[in-house]
T-cell receptor, first 111, second 112 residues
């Protein structure tokens, strides 16, 4: 079955540590996205990419970095520069004219 | 730039109807609707493109008025399974990338 796999489901980060969230899709979608969701809030766009080796900043890119070396993969790194990283992170993919397919999310907590 | 959703929350009895609205200050190319259950990922419901077409999905339908930059989601004869948070996502062509900007969401609770 096609879909998007995010891992890990839960992640704990210490102060000053970088962590990487994985996102893999086998839907052959061109575009991939990372969103952040805080409790009771909507989804805010961090980064997006339509083709391999190209990506664009979203509304809240500071403190985050991404790469798109393969069409199937779009990992997100939360760096130590992100001062308030505790949130639910959602990865999504799409092709032209169709809705997003979301992964099951990664819940990141700073300890 | 974030679309505005109204109302913020709705409480229904099974079988009642509801309308959720989404409005934008920017010209829109398309509007998406998603439903999210607590602790889960959002699930795609439908997409509406420029042209004011109305779409349906079981007893859930939506309209898009591009001139008013508004979309509405109609839930008729609500079921318990309709409970969740509904998000609209709006898209504008931006250098070829069709990224979505989501509203803050409308929480819907359906009770027996």
């Amino acid at each position: 079955d096609g879909g998007i796999t995010q891992s890990p489901k839960y992640l704990f980060r210490k102060e000053g540590q970088n962590v990487t969230l994985s996102c893999e899709q086998n839907l052959n979608h061109d575009a991939m996205y990372w969103y952040r969701q805080d409790p009771g809030q909507g989804l805010r766009l961090i980064y997006y990419s339509q083709i391999v080796n190209d990506f664009q900043k979203g509304d809240i890119a500071e403190g985050y970095s991404v790469s798109r070396e393969k069409k199937e993969s779009f990992p997100l790194t939360v760096t130590s520069a992100q001062k308030n990283p505790t949130a639910f992170y959602l990865c999504a993919s799409s092709s032209a004219g169709i809705g997003y397919t979301f992964g099951s999310g990664t819940r990141l907590t700073v300890v | 730039q974030q679309p505005v959703q109204s109302p913020q929350a709705v409480i229904l009895r099974e079988g009642e109807d509801a309308v959720i609205n989404c409005s934008s200050s920017k010209a829109l190319y398309s509007v998406h609707w998603y439903r999210q259950k607590h602790g889960e990922a959002p699930v795609f419901l439908m997409i509406l493109l420029k042209g004011g077409e109305q779409k349906g999905h079981d007893k859930i339908s939506a309209s898009f008025n591009e001139k008013k930059q508004q979309s509405s989601l109609y839930l008729t004869a609500s079921q318990l399974s309709y409970s969740g948070t509904y998000f609209c996502g709006t898209a504008m062509f931006s250098g070829g990338y069709n990224k979505l900007i989501f509203g803050a969401g409308t929480r819907l609770a359906v009770h027996p």
